[in-house]
């Protein structure tokens, strides 16, 4: 064992038996290459990333590989989902001198921390032009050894280079009509009309582009956005990136046309595609929108959610395909003849054609990954449901794809937010209590006395790591969404508590930019600072939405100053690049539509009629709504004060731009008042 051992990451647990004398990311680290004058390996990774396995049985399993190491450098291991803020900045000194990146990302540093070679997976022999990990560590051993001055004087430009990187941030004004019409028309351009999302491949789920579209629908009727949003997430459905047996979606698909996964499934792509289905349901009363969002919330609860009430940050994509080896898909794919085993001749032969299994297959060695192309045939619901059951009973017993179940704080704030939304939508008070689980386990495990988070946890330890600034807003998000839900004025106080450390500690006090790390934060060679949406929110552009949404529910002007001027990074990039901005584009919408403010009073929390209000107030469309619900007279929410019922009835108020509309009894004048 190395001393990865009693990590709280999985990922760093799996390499606690390498040969590899692996250190943990910290000073010590540092301070033993500059004790020994030799070159750190900066190996970063995270566990359900394919080459970073290869790579591990390759290269650190090989004890040839493991002794070079061993004498020439100091190995330091890093799990990116732990230390976002070490992956960002090392990433991004990766794409500068590379033109690109990715996991396994390998770099060289001086023991100051300063990178001067860099790469991502290195095979053990060379391969397609690509040199092998021996022969690279033999030419950076050498350079080290022979070249010092030449490596120091890469190493010092690399870092001056980095400093003065910066993005145009905007002038510090949110955007406007003008902007956000450019942003939908450089969308439009980038549509891909006949299979839906955008680009090329590699395709990704485009979560928060969705979100924008459909907000921008909501606001301004435009049909073109809702269709691009409804027709791309009818695609993705329908496609082998969504899992069709068990629920919940793949990282992404390596074609343009969905249908081949890269199959792990990860936390954080099913929470935003969770909401995103329930929202375009709220919008449309999409029946598939409605299945795709309750499936996915089932498969986040029963194979996600840990002992502790938490959320696992990722299912792998390889798994044991009964011999022994790991493939990846192994555990999803199906021949022919497999679905004959399970179904017999007859039944497996309607399998074949509805979930478009085919003799030579879809994906590798003439296995298929299930989807529906069958986009007009008609099947029998009930017969289909029952080779549902038995396929996914039978895949039940093949060995299961490994489980990184540590808890994220971010990506658990984005499953608060999913869950109690979608249990709300759909009456299904389960989920909502699956919400509340996570939050509690936040709140009692992540946030210390000073409201300060811990970025990870695992089997009810916290781990050792600070929370980065999108632990802050993505947790604030999924707090004020349970407030809106449950009618629980504490989750409004916790989100709070939250915001206020983004405005103290990760907020430029000049310019209102943000930081991805606090300002007492350990101090890297580069402060990490992307307002750029990619796998999610940034957290720049989380906390631009969370800041606004916390303003609307109490008023405050410092916390809507912080957001507006958040959002001036939004309009710089809006027009530009819109489909990595997606997320900072909804927030947007939901600055100019308001947002809208409703509150809605009861004289008992659980009378039917009361209960009827808050679900219309819920499932309004206009963008960035806020939602108070509680008794008259109570203090649980700001926007409950003198709101007064209206001749004993449950009553309604919505309020936008200091202005608001006549209060009232009637669900049908409050969903006209939300829905345009």
Same mark, same amino acid.
């Given at each position: ?16 038996? &390498? +040969?590899?004398?692996?250190? +943990? ?57 732990? *230390? ?36 991502? @997976? ?42 003065? *990187? ?26 891909? +009309? ?56 793949? *990282? ?16 954080? =792509? &099913? ?5 995103? @289905? ?18 996915? !919330? ?55 054609? @509805? ?20 986009? =007009? ?7 289909? !449901? ?18 990184? =179940? ?58 050792? &790591? ?66 750029? =949406? ?55 919408? !939901?600055?100019?539509?308001? +947002? ?60 936008? &731009? ?19």
């Amino acid at each position: 064992m190395n001393r990865l051992a009693g990590m709280t990451s999985p990922y760093l647990l799996q390499h606690a038996d &390498n +040969p590899v004398d692996w250190w +943990p990311w910290g000073p010590e680290a540092f301070e033993e290459a500059k004790r020994r004058d030799v070159p750190v390996l900066l190996s970063v990774g995270y566990s359900a990333c394919h080459w970073c396995h290869v790579m591990a049985r390759e290269s650190f399993e090989d004890r040839a590989t493991a002794d070079d190491l061993n004498a020439h450098f100091v190995s330091v291991k890093v799990d990116r989902e732990e *230390r976002p803020d070490v992956d960002a900045v090392y990433m991004e000194a990766v794409q500068a001198a590379t033109g690109q990146g990715g996991w396994p990302m390998t770099v060289f540093l001086t023991p100051d921390a300063e990178p001067f070679y860099f790469g991502t @997976y290195f095979p053990p022999a060379p391969r397609h032009g690509m040199p092998s990990f021996r022969q690279v560590l033999e030419g950076v051993r050498q350079a080290w050894a022979d070249r010092r001055e030449e490596v120091a004087e890469v190493a010092g430009k690399i870092v001056r280079d980095l400093a003065e *990187r910066e993005l145009s941030f905007g002038d510090g004004r949110a955007p406007g009509e003008q902007e956000l019409s450019q942003a939908l028309l450089g969308l439009t351009r980038e549509y891909d +009309p006949q299979r839906g999302g955008f680009g090329g491949a590699p395709k990704f789920p485009p979560s928060m582009v969705v979100e924008f579209l459909l907000r921008h629908h909501a606001r301004t009727g435009a049909e073109g956005a809702l269709q691009m949003a409804q027709d791309t997430c009818e695609r993705m459905a329908r496609g082998g990136i969504y899992d069709q047996l068990g629920g919940g979606f793949a *990282r992404y698909s390596v074609d343009r046309d969905w249908t081949v996964p890269h199959f792990e499934k990860m936390l954080y =792509d &099913n929470a935003l595609l969770c909401r995103v @289905y329930a929202h375009l349901w709220r919008a449309t009363g999409s029946e598939l929108a409605r299945r795709v969002a309750l499936e996915t !919330a089932d498969f986040m609860v029963r194979e996600l959610r840990t002992g502790e009430g938490g959320f696992a940050s990722a299912l792998d994509a390889d798994s044991d395909d009964g011999t022994g080896k790991h493939v990846e898909g192994a555990y999803y794919v199906w021949t022919p003849e497999q679905l004959a085993e399970v179904l017999g001749e007859e039944d497996a032969r309607l399998a074949a054609h @509805y979930f478009g299994v085919t003799d030579e297959g879809t994906f590798e060695e003439g296995a298929s990954v299930l989807q529906l192309p069958q986009r =007009d045939s008609v099947f029998d619901a009930e017969k289909i !449901a029952g080779i549902r059951r038995r396929l996914l009973d039978a895949r039940a017993r093949r060995p299961a794809p490994g489980r990184d =179940d540590k808890v994220v704080a971010a990506w658990n704030g984005l499953a608060v937010a999913a869950l109690a939304e979608t249990g709300a939508y759909f009456d299904r008070p389960d989920l909502v209590e699956a919400a509340v689980g996570a939050a509690d386990l936040l709140v009692r495990l992540h946030l210390d006395e000073q409201a300060r988070l811990t970025r990870t946890s695992r089997d009810g330890r916290a781990g050792a &790591n600070a929370g980065v600034l999108e632990d802050y807003a993505d947790v604030a998000e999924g707090f004020l969404a349970l407030a809106s839900v449950t009618g629980e004025g504490v989750w409004l106080e916790f989100a709070g508590f939250l915001l206020d450390h983004v405005l103290a500690r990760f907020a430029d006090p000049g310019s209102g930019v943000l930081y991805d790390t606090a300002a007492d934060a350990e101090r890297l060679i580069r402060r990490p600072q992307d307002p750029t =949406d990619n796998a999610v929110p940034s957290g720049w552009t989380a906390a631009a939405g969370a800041l606004l949404g916390y303003a609307a529910h109490t008023g405050s002007e410092p916390h809507r100053a912080a957001a507006e001027k958040a959002l001036g990074v939004v309009k710089a990039l809006g027009p530009r690049v819109p489909r990595f901005i997606g997320w900072g584009l909804a927030v947007a919408e !939901a600055l100019l539509d308001g +947002p809208r403010e409703v509150a809605v009073v009861a004289a008992e929390f659980d009378e039917p009629a009361a209960r009827t209000l808050l679900r219309t107030a819920l499932l309004g469309t206009a963008p960035g709504a806020v939602v108070a619900f509680g008794t008259a007279g109570s203090d649980e929410f700001p926007l409950l004060a003198d709101r007064p019922l209206s001749d004993g009835e449950p009553t309604a108020y919505v309020c936008r &731009n200091f202005t608001c509309d006549a209060p009232t009894t009637d669900p049908e004048r409050l969903r006209t008042a939300l829905n345009g």
